[in-house]
């Protein structure tokens, strides 16, 4: 991280800001270092470039392998992720250009990509809970508008309505209480700042019962290298699914993703199969958590199920 990140930061206890200490810097980033809260004299400590807010990547260790397994799938398709900015969140250049932003499950960073060189954030801050932060720095720590972070969204290291832009893409739902997590995120979002966020939609039951069913008998007993080949073999279902009638079948009881690309499909099918939690929502409910934390202008993005709104 640059010194510059402190105007960012403070202690996810006590909320008071910190002092640094820099061990070794590199290219005016600070390489290892630590944080010490000027009030309650916590330290966190800055490795590899990185603050860690964590000790551990605790629920989401599986996220933490497959941005590691799938490090540049997702970064080398620009316009794949760009349109799933826009499609899922309805974020575009004119949403994020000279902003502060925060996106909240940076994963291996694709969309921190697109927010800092296409959509021209002024800064964007990514946090992570797990070791997929180290697979981000690898790709885009090089950008001078990029910080870097590992923490838990739960306790976030952040003063409170400090950004513009807020957004979150397919993490809040993985978390054990997804109300909570959004509760959470949107403390950071300042006055007349978009907060816009990305769901699993609980409309497809019969589909994600048996997507349930495969993770917890099968699934989650797998190691890491074993659900990657799992998903690669599965995802060449995808031609058998595409037959109609009968494909329609299959695909429910056994679903996978269904993206043309096959390495983006392997990608997804390893991300369907692979984590702790996933919680599935109505529209209703979301609209209104984004009302009880003070939301204006609330409006459904493109996809089932996005929505983003204003902070009052």
Not at 99 to 112: F, N, Q, R
Request: glycine share 4%.
């Amino acid at each position: 991280m640059k010194e510059t990140a402190l105007k960012y930061l403070v202690c996810p206890e006590c909320e008071s800001e910190f002092t640094l200490t820099v061990i070794t810097s590199k290219n005016e980033r600070i390489k290892e270092g630590v944080l010490h809260c000027k009030k309650c004299s916590k330290e966190f400590e800055i490795k590899d470039f990185i603050p860690r807010f964590v000790k551990s990547e605790e629920y989401v260790e599986s996220f933490g392998n497959e941005w590691h397994l799938f490090k540049r799938v997702k970064n080398d398709r620009e316009e794949m992720s760009k349109n799933e900015m826009q499609q899922y969140l309805s974020l575009k250049e004119e949403d994020i250009k000279e902003k502060e932003v925060l996106e909240i499950g940076c994963g291996a960073g694709p969309y921190l990509e697109i927010s800092a060189s296409s959509f021209k954030a002024k800064h964007i801050v990514g946090v992570d809970l797990s070791r997929a932060v180290d697979a981000a720095y690898e790709n885009i720590g090089h950008l001078e508008n990029v910080t870097i972070i590992q923490a838990d969204l739960f306790y976030l290291p952040f003063k409170k309505e400090r950004f513009d832009v807020v957004y979150s893409l397919g993490v809040l739902h993985h978390t054990p209480d997804t109300q909570k997590a959004f509760a959470s995120i949107s403390k950071f979002v300042k006055s007349s700042g978009l907060c816009s966020i990305w769901l699993y939609g609980a409309y497809w039951l019969r589909k994600s019962a048996n997507q349930d069913r495969i993770r917890k008998y099968i699934t989650s007993k797998m190691s890491m290298k074993v659900l990657y080949r799992f998903s690669k073999v599965a995802s060449w279902l995808y031609y058998l699914y595409k037959i109609p009638f009968l494909g329609n079948a299959f695909r429910e009881t056994f679903p996978i993703a269904m993206d043309k690309d096959k390495e983006v499909r392997a990608l997804n099918t390893y991300d369907m199969y692979s984590p702790s939690y996933i919680n599935r929502h109505y529209i209703d409910d979301v609209y209104t958590w984004f009302i009880d934390n003070g939301f204006k202008k609330i409006e459904p993005c493109r996809y089932l199920l996005g929505m983003k709104g204003i902070k009052r």
